[in-house]
């Protein structure tokens, strides 16, 4: 079993920072990845940042230089960063976690989603 609980949204004035929380927990499995996407009404949903093994990231474009993504192995905690936030950045995000379960199995779960408003 594998749960994620996401918290950290808000509102914030562009220019501002938010730092977005998910914790992973249950026993028996371990985490490949996390990850973060988000929403924007009418508009599909989209990856913003991913943390692998070893530390290795992505960032989707439109974030690079503005966004970090970082884990808490102990914790089974990803942190995403968000600095210079801009009306555009505004959306729900999603937590995203991938991995496999003690017994080989693999899952893919998704966090309940925080809201972003950034105001112009």
């Known amino acids: 079993q594998v749960q994620l609980v996401e918290s950290g949204g808000g509102l914030v004035q562009a220019g501002g920072s938010l730092r977005l929380s998910c914790a992973a927990s249950?026993?028996?499995?371990?985490?490949?990845?996390m990850n973060w996407y988000r929403q924007a009404p009418g508009k599909q949903r989209e990856l913003v940042a991913a943390?692998?093994?070893?530390?290795?990231?992505n960032y989707a474009d439109s974030v690079k230089g503005r966004f970090t993504i970082s884990r808490d192995n102990a914790k089974n905690t990803v942190y995403l960063q968000m600095n210079s936030l801009k009306p555009e950045d505004t959306a729900v995000y999603y937590c995203n976690t991938q991995g496999i379960f003690s017994y080989g199995g693999v899952f893919n779960k998704w966090g309940q989603g925080t809201l972003v408003t950034v105001s112009s």
């Open positions: 249950g026993n028996a499995f371990r985490i490949n990845s």
């Open positions: 943390i692998f093994s070893g530390d290795i990231t």
